[in-house]
């Protein structure tokens, strides 16, 4: 392997490969056991302690509450010093939380327990891979970043089987499956953060994936990468900012009906039985939707933000309208979920690309950080506000009226951003 390969890409191995494969690390194991396997772990520990799951999900509450108010600091962090450092503390908070749950006594720890995973959490989840894939790579930004968030859905299909085994092992298989998760957490990231992972390809003398042949394009063979884009400090007084924090917050929010597609199928039991049992298939469709969806959303953002944007939240709206009137149909319904999950996979792909469209490269983590935080605040109210909705007379109506209307205003929200970023500045300092 020459050392031209290594950097360029040309024909070889470039190192950005093994950052992509640590992104894939951190939300396969720790984002993925942390947020996507939480579900499994609620009616077992509830139950334990004699306490409603509204008691002790609290603790999720506050998880999010926790990574919103974690965002912008760890935004900072990162630009400030080195990115494996701060990261790999990030792995362990989550790590050594998720041990240390297996050995709790009372609901109010994990109140605690909450505050500490969000903490870690944030910065992995929301920050983590568009920034160093970002920082790494000139060209299939979109397709890598696609690639690494959808595996937060697949961690969840690995891990959600392994630790429902723990549990039904006993009575307190629950600790059991806690503190595998923490160990595996630590294990198998840690080597990642620590030895893998840098915060720019100089670190390693390198230049980014595919900046040979950008320069080559623009007719300048062998310049030193330059970081165009707007300063965090600009880009928040602008309107576009606040159009993609809105655009973030919306599509989280509509991205948490997903919780109550099973819901909606139950709702059936008494006319439409089969339906009723479709429950599990319905979310399982919609999570094979946010897996695919993650990576065909980056890859069409590699050619087109607008055109990503508009695939994302098209096939959602699409989905809703299946799903919404022709329930009955049972192959029709699965195949809305799958579509829906589309537009799921928007607040951790098309969001960060959008950001990254407007303000371009060289603040984009600060900025990012600022923007997830209204994604976070959408996280944290959603859940509450779609279970008050769907409580109310013909409730999964109102529901996927608004879904439509929020995925709507998201998209005209995202092409306002877009056509303002025409008229920014971007500049190298």
């Avoid at 999010?64 to 990261?87: E, Q, T, Y």
């Avoid at 098209?314 to 192959?331: I, R």
């Amino acid at each position: 392997m020459s050392s031209g390969s290594v950097k360029d890409g040309k024909g070889g191995f470039h190192y950005a490969y093994l950052i992509v494969a640590a992104g894939i690390a951190i939300t396969c194991i720790p984002c993925a056991l942390v947020l996507s396997c939480a579900g499994i772990y609620f009616t077992p520990v509830s139950s334990y302690f004699g306490v409603s799951k509204a008691e002790f999900t609290l603790y999720f509450s506050l998880l999010n509450l926790a990574m919103m108010v974690m965002l912008p600091i760890g935004g900072k962090l990162m630009s400030r010093f080195d990115v494996r450092a701060v990261l790999s503390v990030c792995v362990a908070i989550d790590g050594l939380t998720l041990i240390a749950m297996s050995f709790f006594s009372a609901v109010w720890q994990f109140y605690l327990a909450g505050i500490l995973l969000g903490i870690g959490t944030a910065p992995l989840i929301y920050l983590a891979v568009p920034s160093l894939i970002n920082a790494w790579c000139k060209k299939k930004v979109g397709f890598f970043v696609g690639l690494c968030m959808a595996f937060t859905g697949i961690g969840g299909v690995i891990f959600n089987p392994v630790g429902t085994a723990f549990i039904a092992a006993g009575p307190e298989g629950w600790r059991t499956g806690y503190l595998v998760f923490g160990i595996i957490v630590l294990v198998a990231t840690l080597p990642f953060t620590i030895f893998v992972v840098r915060s720019k390809p100089a670190d390693k003398g390198l230049s980014p994936y595919g900046a040979q042949e950008a320069s080559a394009a623009e007719g300048a063979p062998n310049p030193a990468p330059v970081e165009l884009g707007v300063s965090a400090g600009k880009a928040m007084k602008t309107t576009a900012f606040f159009a993609i924090a809105a655009f973030g917050f919306l599509i989280t929010v509509n991205q948490t009906v997903y919780q109550f597609l099973p819901s909606y199928c139950q709702s059936f039991e008494g006319t439409l039985p089969q339906i009723a049992a479709l429950s599990g298939m319905i979310a399982s469709a919609c999570m094979a939707g946010q897996a695919i969806g993650k990576v065909i959303l980056g890859l069409v953002n590699d050619r087109s933000c607008k055109g990503g944007m508009a695939l994302g939240i098209c096939s959602g709206v699409v989905g809703v309208a299946l799903m919404w009137f022709l329930p009955a149909q049972a192959a029709v319904l699965l195949v809305g979920a799958f579509l829906f999950g589309f537009v799921y996979a928007c607040t951790t792909v098309q969001t960060p690309l959008l950001t990254r469209t407007v303000f371009g490269s060289r603040d984009y983590t600060n900025i990012y950080s600022r923007v997830s935080m209204a994604g976070a605040l959408g996280g944290v109210v959603a859940a509450t506000f779609w279970g008050w909705i769907v409580d109310l007379p013909n409730g999964f109506s109102i529901m996927f009226a608004m879904s439509l209307a929020i995925m709507v205003v998201s998209f005209l929200l995202g092409l306002f951003a877009l056509t303002r970023s025409k008229k920014l500045e971007k500049t190298a300092d």
